[in-house]
């Protein structure tokens, strides 16, 4: 038997949990929807009803095609749930997981559809706050674009920013996923318009890529290099296509495109990209690969690929599912920005070359210094031999060994 949310809407069934809370399939007065029914000590907050009811009218009135849109909010006893389309198919992390990178052509068409989503979200004075795959839905039965791309749409507007309320994130929280957020979020500026730029090309590095330009080791380490450090090209792709990205992931918001502005780039790298095959890079390294690496071979027991995308906030946690929403995380502490040596050479590689510094570098420089010292031990042993034969020459001939070299008639 279903769960009322209610007097209108009957939940059936579970389609994924988040850090927010459950997404249901359920039963409307028009037919099917998708109820994010949010976790009960977010609905017992009067503070955060209150805004919820306040972002009603927006989150109603935002209607676009790469929009999953949101049809009704539920305040009703314990229940806090947002009614939503449902659609039929399935999240962008989920096909990531099982291809783990996609063709140019595919993967382009798809941000582009979500950047259109974004340009008529931040018309509407919107910002998402949260652009990640698993907020980006494929719709399987909708007509297949460039590159045979299911059109993409964006859900879960409004949860972030209705969950940041300053009583939660008084300097003690950031909204966002890791791998995601913008340099100004992590700085502690308010977040605008160029922070779901700075998400949606992250996005797009990693469908191209097969892991973020930041992601990997502690959040404070990802946190710290979308800060410090610049994304280190991919190889593989045209230049102009790779110039867009690193507008989109500027340091500085002002220099990102605007949506509408980054659509329609996109759109227009499309007839480039056609036929072109997934890139063929390596992952850089993690803690977890390095050890692997430098256990004994028969020690080494078989491992799962290690996905960049969600990183556990809580060492030895899993991640969130695939249905996320936000994740609440501290502020770094100062020697956490540091950061330190590991973790910071996350340079892309042709498939098959070690990452400098990682384990399997290291491994080769040593076999190299012991082959080079082997080398130098023997070519020493064989001057010392030959030092030894000359000088006993010399001995028994009882003659100095330089008078063979003396001009003629001299004493």
């Not at 009322?4 to 988040?18: E, F, H, P, V």
């Not at 973790?343 to 012991?370: D, L």
């Amino acid at each position: 038997m279903g769960r009322k949310i209610g007097s209108r809407y009957t939940a059936n069934q579970i389609l994924g949990r988040g850090s927010a809370g459950t997404v249901w399939l359920g039963e409307g007065p028009e037919g099917p929807v998708a109820i994010k029914l949010l976790r009960e000590d977010l609905s017992s907050d009067q503070e955060l009803v209150s805004r919820f009811v306040q972002e009603r009218t927006a989150l109603l009135g935002l209607d676009h095609p790469n929009v999953v849109s949101v049809r009704d909010l539920v305040v009703d006893g314990n229940d806090l749930a947002l009614v939503m389309d449902l659609v039929r198919g399935t999240d962008l992390r989920t096909r990531l997981d099982r291809e783990r990178r996609m063709a140019p052509e595919a993967a382009v068409a798809i941000v582009a559809d979500v950047a259109d989503g974004l340009a008529a979200a931040h018309a509407a004075g919107i910002v998402h706050r949260d652009v990640k795959p698993e907020n980006v839905l494929l719709d399987m039965q909708g007509p297949l674009g460039p590159g045979g791309s299911h059109p993409a749409l964006l859900t879960d507007f409004g949860v972030a920013k209705l969950i940041d309320s300053p009583r939660r994130t008084r300097a003690t929280k950031i909204i966002g996923t890791p791998d995601y957020l913008a340099p100004e979020i992590v700085e502690g500026l308010p977040p605008r318009a160029a922070v779901d730029i700075y998400a949606l090309a992250t996005v797009l590095y990693e469908l191209l890529a097969g892991f973020t330009p930041f992601g990997g080791g502690h959040p404070g380490a990802v946190l710290r290099r979308h800060v410090t450090e610049t994304v280190v090209p991919l190889p593989g792709i045209p230049e102009e296509l790779w110039q867009l990205l690193v507008q989109c992931l500027a340091k500085a918001p002002a220099s990102r495109l605007r949506a509408s502005e980054l659509a329609a780039r996109l759109r227009e790298q499309l007839p480039l990209l056609a036929g072109m095959p997934p890139l063929d890079v390596d992952e850089p390294g993690t803690e977890t690969q390095d050890a692997y690496e430098e256990a004994p071979a028969e020690a080494a027991a078989p491992r799962e690929r290690v996905r960049r995308g969600a990183v556990p906030l809580v060492p030895g946690a899993k991640p969130d599912s695939n249905r996320d929403t936000h994740t609440s995380m501290r502020v770094p502490a100062p020697d956490e920005l540091a950061g330190g040596a590991r973790g910071t050479a996350r340079v892309p590689r042709a498939a098959g070359a070690p990452r400098p510094g990682s384990a399997r570098n290291r491994a080769t420089a040593r076999r190299r210094r012991i082959t080079l010292g082997a080398a130098a031990i023997a070519l020493i042993a064989a001057v010392g031999v030959g030092t030894w034969a000359v000088t006993s020459g010399d001995e028994e001939g009882g003659a100095p060994s330089d008078t063979k070299n003396s001009a003629p008639g001299s004493p």
